[in-house]
């Protein structure tokens, strides 16, 4: 059954960002993502990690300016000492947290540069991250995000994801998906699952409803229809539930309660 991480960065904004370990701990979450830890010290985060039984399973790398409006560096050219410190400062920060994957931002398209020195910056980067991260195991992720949400980022479709992995050929570079950004900008999601999935190079999936953000069974997607396709291709991996709640975090997870449901009345039919 699909295996679903609390997004901290989203979900529980009711509380203090360190006091949120403990309430997706409380909610039955067995794993925690966020955008970013670099506020925190490791050894903070780690013992929040270990006191509620959470593990982590993902975080940006350093965005560049994201106070500014900046939204990733990878893809932007004469920033590639800075991207090389964000994967340093990233792995450190992997290591502690015993985090298997990293996400890096590629950024917004600068006024003036075209999109084939971006693009080609772009693999020089993640070529360069992807070796680095090797030996400690961690996968480095890129991540399509909608041009609504999102105007001038330079990585959109499935399709450009997929073909930059390919053509680095490192093992451990995957896409996140993000069911979301994919939907508004593509649709077709079904088949994006059958199509991607079996591929092993997605290496995360990423959830919400469409077109607000919120719960993932609130909009036009058919969360558990789609659930259903994750659960029969075998995906391994996590899922993690990056949306905005519409009240109290606790108060809509009514859905999730329902997949736990059928996954202990699967486990009881199997017994």
């Known amino acids: 059954m699909p295996r679903f991480a609390a997004n901290l960065s989203m979900l529980y904004p009711?509380?203090?960002?360190?006091?949120?370990?403990?309430?997706?701990?409380?909610?039955?979450?067995?794993?925690?993502?966020?955008?970013?830890?670099?506020?925190?010290?490791?050894g903070?985060?780690?013992?929040?990690?270990?006191?509620?039984?959470?593990r982590q399973v993902l975080f940006n790398a350093p965005p560049g300016d994201w106070d500014g409006g900046e939204r990733g560096i990878a893809a932007l050219p004469g920033r590639e000492a800075e991207v090389r410190e964000g994967i340093e400062q990233a792995l450190a920060y992997a290591a502690a947290l015993g985090s298997p994957r990293v996400h890096m931002m590629a950024g917004l398209v600068p006024e003036g540069v075209s999109r084939a020195e971006c693009r080609d910056t772009y693999l020089t980067n993640l070529a360069y991250a992807a070796e680095q991260a090797a030996p400690a195991g961690v996968d480095i992720l890129i991540e399509p995000i909608n041009t609504r949400d999102m105007p001038g980022y330079f990585l959109n479709h499935q399709a450009d994801a997929h073909e930059v992995v390919r053509e680095i050929g490192a093992a451990n570079l995957k896409v996140q998906l993000d069911?979301?950004?994919?939907?508004?900008?593509?649709?077709?999601?079904?088949?994006?699952?059958?199509?991607?999935?079996?591929?092993?190079?997605?290496?995360?999936?990423?959830?919400?409803?469409?077109?607000?953000?919120?719960e993932p069974d609130a909009g036009e997607l058919n969360i558990r229809h789609l659930m259903s396709c994750v659960d029969e291709l075998d995906f391994d991996g996590w899922i993690g539930c990056e949306y905005i709640p519409k009240a109290g975090t606790s108060e809509g997870l009514g859905w999730l309660k329902n997949f736990r449901t059928k996954q202990n009345n699967s486990g009881e039919h199997a017994s």
């Open 14 to 42: 009711e509380y203090d960002f360190l006091d949120r370990f403990a309430a997706a701990s409380a909610d039955g979450f067995e794993a925690v993502e966020y955008l970013f830890p670099y506020a925190y010290g490791t």
């Open 44 to 54: 903070e985060l780690r013992a929040r990690l270990d006191e509620h039984g959470l």
């Open 179 to 214: 069911l979301y950004h994919c939907q508004i900008v593509e649709g077709d999601l079904t088949a994006t699952l059958r199509r991607d999935l079996p591929t092993g190079r997605v290496g995360h999936l990423q959830i919400a409803g469409v077109p607000d953000r919120h």
